[in-house]
Every structure is written in C-alpha cells, then in structure tokens.
C-alpha cells in the first residue's frame, strides 16, 4: 500500500468532485510524469502515528493532523484507488495545515517515534523492530509530505490523497 499525494488547483479539485473517473485518469496516467503527484512508498501510517501518537484503527483519524493525510472528505465513497478511495482539502485547508507541518522538526518526529508501540499497534508496514533505519524511512517520507504541502500552500493548491 503506496502513501499519494497530489496538488490540485481549485478548478481541478471541483472538477474531480463533480466526475471521479477524471481522478483515476490523471492518477493512472504515464506515472512518474507528474510533477504534482508524488507517492510516499509505505510510509502513510508511520505518519500518521508520529502525527498523532496512535493508529487510524485506533482513533487517529479524530486528531487534526491525520487530516494530512487521511481527511475524512471523499472526492467520491464509491470510487477504489487501489485501496480505497481518495481524500482531499480545499486549498484553505492545506493553507492551515502546511504551517503545523513545517513546524515539525525530525528532533520532534524522532521523539514521537515509539518502535514497541507501533508494532503493538500493527503501525504498517511493520519495520519498526530496525530502529534508526525505520526512523530515517519515516523521516524521508514525513519530508516529502512537508515538501508538498509546503508547494500547494505556496500555489494556493488543494491536496488529493489516496492509497494504491
């Protein structure tokens, strides 16, 4: 299961909102070619538990920074990515967001990084028991959700999430 991130204009958001199956087109296009899509391999509930302390299955889902990654707000119930279907925010959203994310240090994220607690928790993709090299996975990952929100705020860009 591949963490996906993609920027969105306003327009390109409604527009997806109104007609999924021209998600899937964008997203299932010659991959790699998209400067707007980025994936951020097995990372997502790694994230997500340095986010918020726990798992999705567990509650994370109510804290505000899974929102990140896991909004709540379904570009269309019906439609599977791969495993599932896709999240987005408004541009207004990600603008709020990008702030708590950029002051999230790895100094932070490191002291946030429970490798006990994530695998009692079945945090996936279950690597946790390698310590410091789990860590830096993670951190590579969390820098390139960073980055991203860092451009769509930037740009004035929603964000479309999804699992594939």
């Known amino acids: 299961m591949i963490g996906n991130l993609l920027r969105v204009s306003s327009a390109e958001l409604q527009a997806y909102l109104a007609d999924s199956s021209q998600l899937e087109a964008r997203i299932y296009q010659d991959s790699g070619t998209d400067p707007a899509l980025v994936d951020i391999d097995k990372t997502w509930d790694g994230i997500v538990f340095l986010l918020t302390g ?5 509650g994370a889902h109510q804290h505000p920074l899974a929102r ?17 279907p896709a999240h987005y925010l408004q541009p207004d959203e990600v603008a709020e967001l990008q702030p708590q994310l950029a002051a999230l240090t790895a100094t932070e994220l490191q002291s946030r990084f429970n490798p006990a607690k994530m695998t009692e928790l079945g945090i996936y993709p279950g690597i946790w028991d390698e310590g410091a090299e789990a860590f830096d996975y993670l951190l590579q990952g969390f820098t390139t959700v960073q980055e991203h929100y860092a451009e769509a705020a930037q740009r004035g860009e929603g964000m479309v999430t999804f699992l594939s």
């Open 54 to 58: 726990n798992a999705l299955s567990e």
């Open 68 to 84: 990140v990654l896991f909004s709540g707000q379904l570009v269309d119930e019906d439609q599977d990515l791969g495993y599932g």
